[in-house]
C-alpha cells in the first residue's frame, strides 16, 4: 500500500502540481525497501510522501550541508541540475535517517496554502450576502490560521491570461492570483467582507512567532514553488497586524464549543481546506451532527474545498437540523485554478430533517 501510495504521487500528484523533482524522487523510493520503511513510520492518517520529502527538506533549509540541497531552487536559487536527483535523495535519507525517521515520527502535514484563499473569497462574498451580518469564521485545521486572514489579501482571477476579476481592499502585501477554466465565472465578492471574529482549531496549531515552527511550514511547501513560500512569509507578517485565535483540539469532539461562543448577530461560517481527509470517517460525522445540532438554533454555513483530483468546493446550508450542499467549483488543491459551476441543479439534499 505504501509503495502504491508513492507510485500515485510520482505519477499524478507531482506532475498535476509541478513538480518533476517530487515526481523523480516518489518514484524512485516506489521502489526502495528502506526509505519506503523510513516513512512507514510516519503517524495514522499522514501522507507517507509529504512526509518524508518534508523531513528531509526541513534538514536542508536548516542548515545541513548535502549535494542534494542544489536539486532545490529555493535554496540553491538555479535551474536544478540535470543529473538525477534520487540518488543523492537517497544518500541523503541514509546518511541522516535517526533525523529524518524522528521528523517523520513526530510531525505532522500542515501544509499552509494561502492561494487556497482564491477559492474561500467568492464564497465567503456569497455568504455575506445571504446573511448581511459580518462572518464569525471557524477554519477546521488551521495550521497557522493565514487563511482566516483572507481578506487582507489582494486577488487577481484570470481565464487565457486576461483578468476576469479583481479584489482587493486595501494596499496588501499578499497578492494571490488563480486561473478561470471552463465558462462559468465566481460571483465578483461585495466590496467590503466584514469579518467578526477568526477563530481555527487544530490537534497542532503552529506558532509562526516560533522560527522553527515556520521552517516546518515551508519545509511542507514543494522545492519548486519559489512564489509560495513568499506568500507564506509575507502572509505570516500580516498577523502582526491581525491577529487570530487558534485552539488546540480536536475539532471533531471540540467544535460544539466553538460553535457555542459565537455571537449570535454574526454568521457562523466553518470552513476546511484539505484537511477533513486527517480526521477518521467518525470524527466527520461528529462534525457534521455538530452542525446540524447548531443549525437548530441559527443558521450555519459551511465552506469545504476537499476531495481529490480534483477538490470538490462546496458550500452546505444548514437550518432547523438538516444540511443542503451545493457544489460551487472544482479547483487545484493549491488554488492555481478554478472551474466554477453552472449554477443550474446544483444543489442536493445531504441530510433528513433530524
Same mark, same amino acid.
Given at each position: 500500500?505504501?509503495?502504491?501510495?508513492?507510485?500515485?504521487?510520482?505519477?499524478?500528484?507531482?506532475? !498535476?502540481?509541478?513538480?518533476?523533482?517530487?515526481?523523480?524522487?516518489?518514484?524512485?523510493?516506489?521502489?526502495?525497501?528502506?526509505?519506503?520503511?523510513?516513512?512507514?513510520?510516519?503517524?495514522?492518517?499522514?501522507?507517507?510522501?509529504?512526509?518524508?520529502?518534508?523531513?528531509?527538506?526541513?534538514?536542508?533549509?536548516?542548515?545541513?550541508?548535502?549535494?542534494?540541497?542544489?536539486?532545490?531552487?529555493?535554496?540553491?536559487?538555479?535551474?536544478?541540475?540535470?543529473?538525477?536527483?534520487?540518488?543523492?535523495?537517497?544518500?541523503?535519507?541514509?546518511?541522516?535517517?535517526?533525523?529524518?525517521?524522528?521528523?517523520?515520527?513526530?510531525?505532522?502535514?500542515?501544509?499552509?496554502?494561502?492561494?487556497?484563499?482564491?477559492?474561500?473569497?467568492?464564497?465567503?462574498?456569497?455568504?455575506?450576502?445571504?446573511? !448581511?451580518?459580518?462572518?464569525?469564521?471557524?477554519?477546521?485545521?488551521?495550521?497557522?490560521?493565514?487563511?482566516?486572514?483572507?481578506?487582507?489579501?489582494?486577488?487577481?482571477?484570470?481565464?487565457?491570461?486576461? !483578468? &476576469?476579476?479583481?479584489?482587493?481592499?486595501? $494596499?496588501?502585501?499578499?497578492?494571490?492570483?488563480?486561473?478561470?477554466?471552463?465558462?462559468?465565472?465566481?460571483?465578483?465578492?461585495?466590496?467590503?467582507?466584514?469579518?467578526?471574529?477568526?477563530?481555527?482549531?487544530?490537534?497542532?496549531? &503552529?506558532?509562526?512567532?516560533?522560527?522553527?515552527?515556520?521552517?516546518?511550514?515551508?519545509?511542507?511547501?514543494?522545492?519548486?514553488?519559489?512564489?509560495?513560500?513568499?506568500?507564506?512569509?509575507?502572509?505570516?507578517?500580516?498577523?502582526?497586524?491581525?491577529?487570530?485565535? #487558534?485552539?488546540?483540539?480536536?475539532?471533531?469532539?471540540?467544535?460544539?464549543?466553538?460553535?457555542?461562543? $459565537?455571537?449570535?448577530?454574526?454568521?457562523? $461560517?466553518?470552513?476546511?481546506?484539505?484537511?477533513?481527509?486527517?480526521?477518521?470517517?467518525?470524527?466527520?460525522?461528529?462534525?457534521?451532527?455538530?452542525?446540524?445540532?447548531?443549525?437548530?438554533?441559527?443558521? $450555519?454555513?459551511?465552506?469545504?474545498?476537499?476531495?481529490?483530483?480534483?477538490?470538490?468546493?462546496?458550500?452546505?446550508?444548514?437550518?432547523?437540523?438538516?444540511?443542503?450542499?451545493? #457544489?460551487?467549483?472544482?479547483?487545484?488543491?493549491?488554488?492555481?485554478?478554478?472551474?466554477?459551476?453552472?449554477?443550474?441543479?446544483?444543489?442536493?439534499?445531504?441530510?433528513?430533517?433530524?
Amino acid at each position: 500500500m505504501l509503495r502504491a501510495a508513492f507510485e500515485q504521487f510520482a505519477r499524478v500528484e507531482a506532475p !498535476e502540481l509541478d513538480s518533476p523533482t517530487y515526481a523523480e524522487l516518489a518514484a524512485g523510493v516506489a521502489g526502495d525497501g528502506e526509505l519506503l520503511a523510513l516513512a512507514a513510520q510516519r503517524q495514522d492518517g499522514q501522507p507517507a510522501p509529504n512526509m518524508l520529502f518534508g523531513a528531509v527538506q526541513y534538514l536542508l533549509l536548516r542548515g545541513v550541508e548535502h549535494p542534494l540541497a542544489a536539486h532545490y531552487p529555493i535554496l540553491s536559487g538555479a535551474e536544478p541540475p540535470p543529473e538525477p536527483a534520487f540518488p543523492l535523495f537517497r544518500a541523503f535519507c541514509l546518511e541522516h535517517r535517526e533525523a529524518v525517521g524522528e521528523l517523520i515520527v513526530t510531525r505532522r502535514t500542515q501544509t499552509q496554502v494561502v492561494r487556497r484563499c482564491t477559492c474561500l473569497l467568492p464564497v465567503f462574498g456569497q455568504v455575506f450576502r445571504e446573511a !448581511e451580518t459580518p462572518l464569525a469564521l471557524i477554519d477546521v485545521g488551521a495550521s497557522a490560521g493565514l487563511n482566516l486572514n483572507f481578506d487582507r489579501y489582494a486577488y487577481r482571477y484570470r481565464r487565457a491570461g486576461d !483578468e &476576469i476579476l479583481r479584489w482587493e481592499r486595501d $494596499v496588501a502585501g499578499v497578492e494571490l492570483e488563480a486561473d478561470l477554466r471552463g465558462p462559468g465565472t465566481p460571483p465578483p465578492p461585495p466590496p467590503e467582507i466584514p469579518v467578526a471574529s477568526r477563530d481555527g482549531i487544530d490537534l497542532n496549531p &503552529i506558532d509562526l512567532g516560533d522560527a522553527d515552527e515556520l521552517l516546518w511550514l515551508r519545509a511542507l511547501i514543494w522545492p519548486e514553488h519559489m512564489e509560495r513560500h513568499a506568500q507564506l512569509v509575507d502572509a505570516a507578517a500580516e498577523l502582526k497586524d491581525s491577529p487570530v485565535r #487558534l485552539h488546540r483540539g480536536d475539532a471533531s469532539r471540540d467544535l460544539p464549543h466553538l460553535l457555542e461562543r $459565537v455571537p449570535a448577530e454574526a454568521a457562523l $461560517v466553518v470552513y476546511s481546506t484539505i484537511a477533513l481527509y486527517q480526521i477518521p470517517r467518525e470524527g466527520r460525522r461528529r462534525i457534521t451532527a455538530a452542525l446540524e445540532a447548531r443549525s437548530r438554533e441559527r443558521p $450555519v454555513w459551511q465552506v469545504a474545498l476537499e476531495g481529490v483530483h480534483p477538490p470538490s468546493l462546496t458550500l452546505t446550508r444548514y437550518r432547523d437540523g438538516a444540511g443542503e450542499a451545493e #457544489l460551487l467549483a472544482r479547483a487545484s488543491p493549491h488554488g492555481w485554478w478554478i472551474e466554477w459551476r453552472n449554477p443550474q441543479a446544483r444543489r442536493r439534499r445531504v441530510r433528513r430533517r433530524t
